[in-house]
């Protein structure tokens, strides 16, 4: 099966590899996925208080299409709000990567990653401001 | 050094160029009906076919009277196992294969089995019509059955005991190297068995099978032994009287013949028979009408010819260069695995899961290299290789498998630089990989609970 171009120079070249401290309040950390279905994304997203993502960062297990996918939505979550982003759909993830039908899993997952890591982030500032309203 | 490289040598390889100057006379003018008995241009291209039915048949031990040619191993599979079937249907109708077959061998018996099924299906419904006195289908063929008994009722047991034309199938698990289990084979043989098939050599994991044991109990239990030997013919001795093996599958374009041609090895002595699944004028033999391919025969012939000439020197030299991308690559990277048996295997099979990398990924990578892997993420299935799932590789490290299948024409310069390249991709994309981050801070992968997807 041919790759498009778009996954070709997402995979050779991937945007925002790496880790963030996941243990930073400001840190939501998204994984999804899982290793039995030879994919695993994990996508990082420093949101600052205002609620604008400032960094994200991703590791991924998974084909050439996953691997691009994962670059792509670091690059386009990047300055957004966390409404903003929350919006971005697998649908455009596919289009935008040409992605043929068996590899639809991959936006699909893409778009689930930062679905977690928002959520995860959301979490964490509740139990925050939990702490804060409690002490 | 020319890239691309390859080394994809068990999904088939390159034509040998004294093969194709075999050929070329016959793509020219010497084009003849080796059936046409009355005229040069036939009798030449039937000399042409019957040199290289020798050449065949010397290669595995064999007569030429005992070679069926056919248009490929897939065909050979069917023609043998579907053909033993049919005229030993009075016999029995039990085959016993192995998990990690072919599917070619697989799919075969699949479709036996449904047949059985189906004609066992419409037995019942006749005989629950009679009873019932109302009409039968498959809607209400499962109620009217267990209403009626109809496994005990004698009238359909005396009508399902006689052939169906289906086969009634055993497929064995395999040991964690991929090799069978003697004693689970002899214990699968019944009276109604009338054939055992297993491969000679696996395609994803260069497994080979004892099929000399496996020989010895065939005979001695008279049932008829089936062996698709495609992936270790002109790999590895293969003596079919040593080995006791009946019939034998060889496909010419993976011992550097043309695609499109293969051949059965039909036992005379004790003689085997088969009905043909292809009807028409009655060549070789009866056992498989249809003109016959003579460039392509001419061409399969020079390669086992080639093939036995220099398969010593050729496997020791494969084999060195197998060792050494095995070597190289396992002293520079840490959980690894190599599938299957080390022992008892192809010598230019290399088949490794690199953890926490998943196969595709790396195939991407190193794109300059032909490869597979078991990671069957371009399928719709999603599934990853049955043969190793068969061998009790968890998903995971199945879908961070890679096959490289060593040829004639790989050099030792190129193994050099297979080397350096998966080294250093398996890195950049561990560097990219969660779980081997994961792996590495010690967490327990088992232990999450993953969103299957």
Known sequence: MAYSDKVIEHYENPRNVGTLDKNDPNVGTGLVGAPACGDVMRLQLKITDEGIIEDAKFKTFGCGSAI???SLVTEWVKGKTVDQAMTISNKEVAKELSLPPVKIHCSVLAEDAIKAAIEDFKKKRQARQGKQSAS | MKLPIYMDNHATTPLDPRVLEAMLPYLREDFGNAASRNHAFGWKAEAAVDKARKQVAELIGASDKEIVFTSGATESDNLAIKGVLEFYKDKGDHIITLKT???????????????RQERLDELKMLRLSQLAETDVTQDNLAELSAKYRIEEDAQYQKWASRPTGGARVTYLDVEKDGRVNLEQLA????????LVSVMFANNEIGTVQPIAEIGKLCRERGVLFHCDAVQGIGKLPFHVDELKVDLVSIS??????????????????????????????GHERGMRSGTLNVAAIVGFGKAAELAREELAEESARIFRLREKLRTGIMSQLDMLTINGSLEHRLPGNLNISFAYVEGEALMMSIKDVAVSSGSACTSASLEPSYVLRACGVEEDMAHSSIRFGIGRFNTEEEVDFVVRLVVDKVRKLRDMSPLYEMAKDGIDLKSIEWTAH
Not at chain 2, 187 to 194: S, Y
């Open chain 1, 68 to 70: 691009a996918s994962s």
């Open chain 2, 101 to 115: 077959e072919h599917k070619a061998v697989l799919d075969t018996c699949k479709r036996l089995e449904r047949i």
């Open chain 2, 187 to 194: 214990a699968a043989i019944t009276d109604k068995t009338v």
């Open chain 2, 252 to 281: 010419a374009h993976k011992m550097y013949g043309p695609k499109g041609v293969g051949a059965l090895y039909v036992r005379r002595k004790p003689r085997v028979r088969i009905a043909p699944i292809i009807d028409g004028g």
